[in-house]
């Protein structure tokens, strides 16, 4: 939530901070605004309500120049989403300008010490007590500003990264982080600073991860001279407690285009058309379908920890938290390991008992969601081996995590999470057949998986993006039905086993960018309340393909049918059942059972995804949302 961007080097800031909050807009637009020091020394801040356009439009009359400043589009947590709440924030003697994204928990407390110093107030933001914090701290310390910003996060309870632009000294800006996401860019003789990295790729692939309670320095008076390997060092990294940090640069695995939509309307809809190649890309070098093997690095480096494991705990949210339940019914089936699955945000408060024999893993989309980071830890303190499946490489979550399996889909900007979903099903049935084999060619048990099932699913997986193609064929009839039902003020989704997950994934996706109010159910559990809800006004969404209980699912349709209810199903090819009594069809191959939420989540992502278009609503930025949520 919230993106930070900051720059610092030779060429004009303002520029590069704007396109730099067109990258993180995904992250929060409640409200943007820049801070810029120019030429004259004067420290400039523009802010507006609304997407960073409005700012642009506010800002386009004003004087934006200067070689540094720091930018930000907010999610806001609080204050309302206004202009006096919007970052940047001026310290009281509008010296120091700050950004920040996180929360400060404990900001009534240091406020109200503030104000009884004498200090005003003019937003509701937690943000502008940490820069007036920051203020006194230097003049009652009588100490520089990177020591100001040490002592004062010293009394900060809370997540922060945040950017600091002092007028008194143009030549410098100050970072830091805790609990939220800080990246260094280094180019030659300048610095970018952001939330990840893609307002920084174009302009360098050297990264620098910042670590929790790390403060970043960085003097424009050093550039020019050795760089930061060298004697004279413009990047400076210290502790909160000043203890002297080695910068370990990193080289950045992104590319442009990967960021851009690529002629389709919406970064959601490249996304879901994406899927035939991420899930290629996810099974790269781990799915050999010709000698009928799977090799994931994670789960070979660490065979002990899962074979001993008496109990897989599966942690995430939303639509990972959906990926979760998916992979309890593999590993279950497969792996015969007990599974529960959590979301991170009631794990992690509900003194959750933990061994030290359990394996965790996490899921999750960004790598940054503050609950999932937040019960890892957790769990990590009681001994439990974190494995964890992340799509954004050097994130916050696979780097406190003890092993873990990259989902390598590329970036996701759409809210909406879709191509990571298919990834992370894909990752976790790896990992579920390879503890199963192991555990069965060790001879620890014989109920998991056979042999002859094993090397069918694997030739099953390699099938599988072609498979996917072929749904994604039916794009047009499902956005021809899709303008049918934009009247609907409810839905529900019903499905049962592996595709009971995928009706709760595809209720969230409508629910999330069309605001229309979705329920995703199991279908059997539909007689014990909902049904109560059907009528000829209530679009349901059955997931019906050939599975263990496709006879009950039909039974469930006919339920429905009899009360007058509109059905759209998605069955297997050459259904004849169910497609005489649905009223809308679509039809996914025929797959192995475990295998089928890869092809039927994608029609309830165009149904979805063209629901939302007609009703005219923001695809890609649904309101309210944020993709990254790095706040409680
Ligand atoms: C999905 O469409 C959502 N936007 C949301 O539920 C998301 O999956 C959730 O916030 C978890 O994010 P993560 O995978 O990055 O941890």
Request: one cysteine or more; proline letters at 4%.
């Amino acid at each position: 939530m919230c993106g930070i961007v900051g720059y610092i080097g030779k060429r004009k800031a303002y520029p590069i901070l704007i396109k730099g909050l067109h990258r993180l807009e995904y992250r929060g637009y409640d409200s943007a605004g820049v801070a810029l020091i120019n030429e004259q020394g004067q420290l400039n801040i523009y802010k507006a309500k609304g997407k960073v356009s409005e700012l642009e439009a506010y800002a386009a009359d004003k004087d934006t120049g200067g070689t540094i400043g720091i930018a930000h589009t907010r999610w806001a947590t609080h204050g309302e989403p206004n202009t006096v709440n919007a970052h940047p924030h001026y310290s009281e003697s509008e010296r120091l300008a700050i950004i920040h994204n996180g929360i400060i928990e404990n900001y009534a407390v240091l406020k109200a010490g503030l104000m009884e110093q004498g200090y005003t107030f003019r937003s509701e933001t937690d943000t502008e007590v940490l820069v007036q914090l920051i203020e006194y701290t230097q003049l009652n310390e009588h100490v520089d500003l990177k020591t100001a910003v040490q002592l004062a996060l010293q009394q900060v309870i809370g997540a922060y990264a945040i950017a600091i632009l002092d007028k008194d000294h143009p030549d410098t800006l100050i970072a830091a982080r805790k609990g939220s996401p800080l990246v260094v860019g280094v180019g030659q003789e300048e610095y970018f600073l952001a939330s990840d990295a893609t307002p920084i790729v174009e302009y360098t692939d050297q990264v620098i991860y910042i670590e929790d309670e790390e403060v970043v320095c960085i003097r424009m008076s050093g550039l020019g001279d050795e760089g930061i390997s060298g004697t004279t060092n413009p990047l400076d990294i210290t502790t909160i407690n000043n203890v002297q940090k080695t910068p370990e640069i990193k080289r950045l695995e992104l590319s442009l285009s990967q960021l851009e939509k690529g002629g389709y309307p919406h970064f959601m809809l490249k996304e879901i058309f994406e899927q035939p190649r991420t899930l290629t890309d996810s099974m790269r070098g781990r799915v050999n379908v010709r000698q009928d093997n799977i090799a994931l690095s994670g789960f070979i480096d660490n065979k002990e920890r899962f074979l001993n494991a008496k109990r897989i705990i599966i942690t995430a949210c939303g639509t990972s938290w959906h990926a979760g339940l998916i992979a309890m019914y593999a590993i279950e089936e497969f792996a015969q390991i007990p599974v529960e699955v959590e979301y991170s945000s009631e794990f992690r408060y509900r003194k959750p008992v933990i061994n030290k024999d359990d394996v965790v893993i996490a899921i999750s989309q960004s790598g940054e969601t503050a609950d999932t980071l937040a019960a890892i830890q957790l769990a990590k303190s009681k001994g439990a081996f974190i494995f964890s499946i992340c799509n954004v490489i050097g994130a916050s979550i696979p780097r406190v995590s003890d092993s873990g399996c990259y989902t390598h889909v590329g970036p996701e900007i759409g809210v909406a999470s879709t191509k990571a979903f298919t990834a992370q099903v894909t990752a976790l049935t790896m990992l579920a057949l390879c503890i199963g084999r192991e555990k069965r060619m060790r001879g620890l048990g014989d109920e998991g998986i056979s042999e002859e099932q094993f090397v069918r699913i694997v030739r099953e997986l390699g099938q599988i993006p072609n498979k996917i193609s072929r749904v994604l064929e039916q794009e047009k009839r499902i956005a021809d039905f899709s303008k049918t039902f934009t009247y609907a003020q409810n839905f529900i989704y019903l499905g049962r086993g592996y595709n009971y997950p995928v009706a709760m994934e595809g209720a969230l996706k409508l629910k999330e960018i069309s605001y229309i109010h979705a329920e995703g159910y199991p279908a059997a559990e539909m007689k014990h309340g909902p049904i109560a809800l059907i009528s000829q006004e209530m679009p349901v969404v059955v997931v019906a393909p050939h599975c263990g209980t496709y006879e009950k699912v039909v039974s469930n349709i006919q339920e429905i049918k009899a009360r007058k209810g509109r059905v759209i199903a998605i069955v297997t090819e050459g259904d004849e059942v169910v497609s005489k009594i649905a009223d809308y069809v679509i039809e996914v191959p025929e797959t192995e059972e475990c295998l089928t939420p890869l092809l039927t989540v994608i029609p309830l992502q165009l149904l979805a995804y063209h629901i939302a278009v007609v009703k005219g609503c923001d695809v890609d930025q649904p309101r309210n949302l944020a993709k990254s949520v790095t706040v409680e």
